[in-house]
């Protein structure tokens, strides 16, 4: 985890250095919260926290806030922060939108992706692989989530990317969870050289029916790992 200590507030004016702060702390909270590092159900440790990060409570307990907000964890009268468990029901019903959009993404992007765009996600691709191959879970697992953020900026819709982020953004802890399994890790790498080979022929129904069928089994193995057997929609037949 990145030393908080070692940030240089003297480069900004105290406002915008307690602001950086604040935004660092929150990443870093909400990045334990998401690797599971700070596990669901159980009391988020302030002291340990404060000491590990070097801050007081006082930032701790601000950037608690915002997770509060976000529905990571859960402020309890007289007993702290505690960590939201994973909603199951919650996780299938994004992955039940985010279809949709998976859909619309395909269609749309043999149109609109431009050249710095295309060359960018095939470097994130060869990133991804190179993760894969050296057994690297949690980056693989983050530039999976990159990847993803990059074919919807590439739409170039601005609303699509926002609904986008947030659905990616509520299913990111549970992605951690599913990328344990190296099976599935192995089934992910190969689903995203096929959405990569039908965007290189510009093959848009192709692609939109990748991209589909990527998020339902990405859907479904996530909720098997939670021992549900709710089926994802899938593309059409």
Same mark, same amino acid.
């Given at each position: 985890? /990145?030393? =908080?200590? &070692? !940030? ?15 935004? /660092? ?15 669901? $159900?159980?009391?988020? #440790? ?14 701790? %307990? ?9 529905? *990571? ?11 939201? #468990? !994973?909603?199951?029901?919650a996780v299938a019903a994004v992955f039940e939108v985010k279809g949709g959009l998976e859909r619309l993404i395909g269609l749309l992007l043999p149109e609109r992706i431009e050249r710095p765009q295309m060359v960018h996600l095939e470097q994130l691709h060869e990133q991804l692989r190179s993760h894969y191959q050296e057994g690297g879970v949690a980056a693989?697992?983050? =530039?999976?989530?990159? *990847? ?17 982020? $947030?659905? /990616? ?6 992605? *951690? ?8 890790? &192995? ?8 959405? +990569?080979? +039908? ?7 192709? =692609? ?7 998020? %339902? ?8 790992? *939670? &021992?549900?057997?709710?089926?994802? #929609?899938? #593309?059409?037949?």
């Amino acid at each position: 985890m /990145q030393d =908080l200590e &070692g !940030i240089d507030r003297d480069e900004a004016s105290p406002r915008q250095g307690r602001a950086n702060l604040h935004d /660092q702390v929150i990443a870093e909270l909400r990045d334990l919260v998401t690797r599971g590092e700070l596990a669901e $159900g159980k009391r988020v #440790p302030e002291a340990a926290l404060c000491q590990r990060l070097g801050i007081s409570r006082t930032p701790l %307990r601000e950037a608690l806030k915002v997770l509060a907000a976000e529905g *990571f964890i859960e402020l309890r009268p007289n007993r702290g922060a505690v960590v939201v #468990p !994973i909603d199951r029901a919650a996780v299938a019903a994004v992955f039940e939108v985010k279809g949709g959009l998976e859909r619309l993404i395909g269609l749309l992007l043999p149109e609109r992706i431009e050249r710095p765009q295309m060359v960018h996600l095939e470097q994130l691709h060869e990133q991804l692989r190179s993760h894969y191959q050296e057994g690297g879970v949690a980056a693989y697992t983050r =530039l999976n989530h990159e *990847f993803h953020a990059a074919l919807a900026a590439a739409t170039r819709n601005d609303a699509l990317v926002q609904i986008y982020s $947030g659905l /990616q953004q509520k299913i990111l802890r549970a992605r *951690f969870a599913i990328n344990e399994q190296p099976a599935r890790i &192995g089934q992910s790498m190969a689903e995203h050289d096929g959405i +990569m080979a +039908m965007l290189r022929a510009g093959a848009a129904h192709d =692609l939109a029916h990748r991209l589909e069928e990527h998020n %339902r089994l990405t859907g479904e193995a996530i909720l098997r790992q *939670f &021992g549900e057997t709710s089926a994802v #929609p899938g #593309p059409a037949r």
